[in-house]
């Protein structure tokens, strides 16, 4: 059974750092993983998706990695900003989407 | 082109009652899914249906949960006799075609049973 983990479970850094962000999977048998940001009460915003033939994925300041055969990707968050506050949730995809719980982040100024 | 519609964006049920959330794909994808987020925890799996068909309901209650996408109109997600345990998020995604095609999210539905 595919399990997805998320650390940490929260995050409080100041203004400026860099971030690196974990998700594991348990079976490598995935076709993506896609990482989201979800803000506190609302839905999800699709950051990146890197296909299991894929090892890496950039958009701006996220860049997300993905090593198939140990289970792991991580989202780099550069020069973090208050806006990038928000929970990430990672989830890989097999004949459905799984979720990890979520890292919740908070940038303070 | 619009994105993944869900209505209500709230809801408020008194214990026993029926909730009947509604989700309309975005134009052109016929693959619609369910999730729920139960408070502090994450997105779980529901269902997952293409037009006039269930595909994958494993992740569905084995009671009092069901879902539908007719040939014409929104996909609904139904709740019969809800609970206090059934107060949570619940998000539509759809996709152009079956996984692992993206799938991109509606706003959710938060239901709130007192």
């Known amino acids: 059974k595919q399990e997805v983990t998320q650390i940490p479970a929260a995050l409080s850094v100041p203004e400026g750092e860099n971030l690196v962000l974990n998700c594991s999977f348990t079976?490598?048998?995935?076709?993506?993983l896609q990482w989201f940001r979800q803000d506190p009460g609302k839905g999800l915003t699709s950051l990146l998706l890197?296909?299991?033939?894929?090892r890496e994925q950039t958009s701006g300041r996220l860049n997300a990695s993905l090593d198939k055969s140990s289970g792991r990707s991580t989202l780099y968050i550069a020069a973090s900003q208050p806006g990038d506050s928000a929970t990430y949730l990672c989830?890989?995809?097999?004949?459905?989407?799984?979720f990890g719980t979520g890292t919740r982040l908070q940038v303070f100024p | 082109n619009a994105g993944v519609m869900q209505n209500p964006r709230h809801l408020v049920r008194r214990r026993g009652q029926e909730a009947r959330l509604r989700c309309s794909p975005m134009?052109?994808?016929?693959?619609v899914y369910w999730y729920r987020q139960l408070p502090e925890e994450g997105l779980k799996f529901m269902v997952y249906?293409?037009?006039?068909?269930?595909?994958?309901e494993s992740g569905m209650p084995k009671e009092r949960f069901s879902a539908e996408f007719p040939k014409e109109g929104p996909s609904i997600l139904r709740i019969q006799q809800v609970v206090r345990g059934d107060s949570a998020a619940y998000f539509c995604?759809?996709?152009?075609?079956?996984?692992?095609?993206?799938?991109?999210f509606g706003p959710g539905t938060r239901l709130t049973v007192t």
């Open positions: 249906l293409q037009k006039e068909n269930i595909i994958d």
């Open positions: 989830a890989v995809c097999t004949d459905k989407l799984i």
């Open positions: 890197i296909q299991s033939s894929q």
């Open positions: 079976d490598s048998a995935i076709y993506n």
């Open positions: 134009k052109g994808h016929s693959h």
């Open positions: 995604a759809s996709s152009r075609d079956s996984p692992p095609y993206e799938q991109y």
